[in-house]
């Protein structure tokens, strides 16, 4: 018994990882392909082709928006997946301002200390497959939104902050489609507890629902 214990102990770790299954081809879209290992979030990167399948599916109208795009790592899928549509790319490219970081600081949220200033705005459009799409919006949002007369089907919140996240939800949320999605990264990442915080608070002002995914840093999903 305890021999059994302790194999457990030592290799259960092991066993159970083999127990996940990941989907490694969207084969109910009768697409056979492998899951992209140049991509390590599998979970959300699927996620993001099924809901583009189904905005594309209803014909919906209107753009599609990253609010924190460093270099382009996600964006170039939504670029991807979304290859007509106008796409909106908001970021500093200078990494987080000096006040949201001290509205995370004060509330406890993060340090804001993580460095994301190595980027530029050419480097994000050289990987971009459909770049004549892409719209940039340099500089401190939400002061870089105003005047934008748009509406969107598809928006991905990736700021991080607090600060960011909250205006990001207050703006993008009005403007989207119905049948259309946000979704906000670091739901779930204890590293920046200021996302969750931003998602709870939005929905609970506004009585929205979300859908909280387990992707790496845990995403939640809102739905219109
Ligand atoms: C985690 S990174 C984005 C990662 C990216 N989505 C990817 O796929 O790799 C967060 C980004 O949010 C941007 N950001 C945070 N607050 C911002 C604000 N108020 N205005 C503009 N950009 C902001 C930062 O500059 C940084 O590039």
Redesign the pocket.
């Known amino acids: 018994m305890i021999l059994i214990q302790g194999f457990n102990y030592l290799f259960g770790s092991f066993f159970n990882k083999q127990k996940v299954v990941i989907s490694n081809s969207l084969n109910y879209l009768n697409r056979k392909r492998d899951i992209n290992r140049n991509y390590l979030d599998h979970v959300r990167l699927a996620t993001l082709e099924l809901v583009a399948e189904e905005i594309n599916k209803k014909g919906l109208q209107g753009a599609v928006a990253?609010?924190?795009?460093?270099?382009?790592?996600?964006?170039r899928y939504i670029n991807q997946y979304f290859p007509e549509r106008d796409f909106y790319l908001?970021?500093?490219?200078?990494?987080?301002?000096k006040k949201?970081i001290a509205a995370e600081l004060n509330n406890n949220f993060s340090s804001g200390a993580q460095d994301?200033t190595n980027?530029s705005v050419e480097k994000v459009l050289a990987i971009m497959p459909h770049a004549k799409q892409c719209i940039v919006k340099k500089?401190?949002?939400p002061e870089?939104a105003k005047g934008l007369k748009e509406e969107f089907v598809f928006v991905?919140i990736?700021?991080?902050?607090y600060?960011?996240i909250y205006n990001g939800l207050n703006y993008f949320y009005p403007l989207l489609k119905k049948g259309g999605y946000i979704f906000v990264?670091d739901f779930n990442n204890d590293g920046y507890k200021g996302a969750k915080q931003a998602v709870k608070q939005f929905c609970k002002e506004n009585n929205v629902s979300f859908t909280p995914i387990p992707d790496a840093c845990g995403s939640a999903i809102i739905a219109k």
């Open positions: 990253e609010l924190g795009v460093y270099k382009g790592k996600f964006a908001f970021d500093t490219f200078e990494g987080f301002d949201d994301f980027t500089g401190f949002f870089t991905s990736d700021a991080d902050l600060d960011p990264h």
